[in-house]
């Protein structure tokens, strides 16, 4: 199977100007990409980024939205469909807006907006009853113990019908992400493993200070990757799609 490359740009970059010609920069670097790419902007972007219509698709059908390998994604949902929840968007309404992946679960929604285990398993179902594949972001805090925490993380969603569903799984050590430390990749393996003996046999991407220069050593034991820092900067994204290809 093809490599999936996510890029997470997280509250970035200040303006539709700017995203306009991040989005554009990158549509244009992964063209002949052979790995799946998806960007996750902010939900303000998500309408205004426009992706062509694959290969040999009718523009009618369309509305020129789609490449085949470049997918729109986002970073977060809410569980209902509708309702009185000021500042929340839904399931249904990124659906219609031609969203195919969503991240559940971040680390950042973890530790910033208090989202629990348990809420992460509705914002799961959610996503999976209106077609959409989630992205479940799982990892431990420095010093915790790995297996205990994917045991943790993951034991609200193993009753999920998860593999036939398509889910993805993020392994992402929180010390990781945006630090510049590297997880090594023979304890990537081990997450992978912990997690597919866990919840079946997902694909599984690694996350945490990806880079151009060490996105290959993930790539050779995960199914892909989630990056955030790197995915503001078109080159720097370009280059590690690359390797996934
Ligand atoms: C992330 O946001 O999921 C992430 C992995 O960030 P970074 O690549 O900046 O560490």
């Not at 986002?74 to 309404?93: C, D, H, L, R, Y």
């Not at 034991?155 to 992402?172: D, H, N, T």
């Not at 199914?223 to 995915?231: N, P, Q, T």
Request: a neutral charge.
């Amino acid at each position: 199977m093809n490599k999936i490359i996510i890029g997470n740009w997280k509250m970035n970059p200040a303006s539709q100007k700017e995203a306009l010609e991040l989005f554009d920069a990158i549509k244009a670097g992964v063209k002949d990409a052979k790995a799946e790419v998806v960007i996750c902007p902010p939900f303000i972007y998500v309408s205004s980024l426009k992706f062509p219509a694959p290969r040999g698709a009718r523009l009618a059908q369309f509305h020129g939205r789609q490449y085949s390998r470049l997918k729109l994604g986002a970073q977060n949902v809410f569980w209902e469909n509708k309702g009185a929840f000021t500042g929340e968007i839904s399931p249904a309404m990124l659906k219609s807006s031609n969203v195919k992946y969503v991240i559940v679960g971040h680390s950042e929604r973890r530790k910033y907006f208090g989202e629990t285990n348990e809420d992460v398993a509705k914002k799961l179902q959610a996503v999976l009853e209106v077609g959409m594949t989630p992205i479940l972001c799982v990892g431990e805090n420095e010093g915790e113990n790995r297996e205990e925490v994917l045991r943790e993380q993951l034991a609200g969603v193993s009753g999920f019908r998860l593999q036939a569903s398509g889910l993805i799984v993020a392994y992402e050590p929180v010390w990781a992400i945006g630090t510049g430390k590297n997880c090594r990749p023979e304890d990537v393996k081990k997450a992978m493993e912990t997690i597919k003996n866990l919840v079946g046999d997902v694909r599984v991407l690694y996350g945490g200070s990806v880079k151009a220069d060490n996105a290959q050593e993930y790539l050779e034991v995960v199914d892909g990757l989630l990056v955030g820092g790197a995915s503001l900067n078109a080159e720097e994204f370009i280059k590690i799609v690359e390797k996934g290809s």
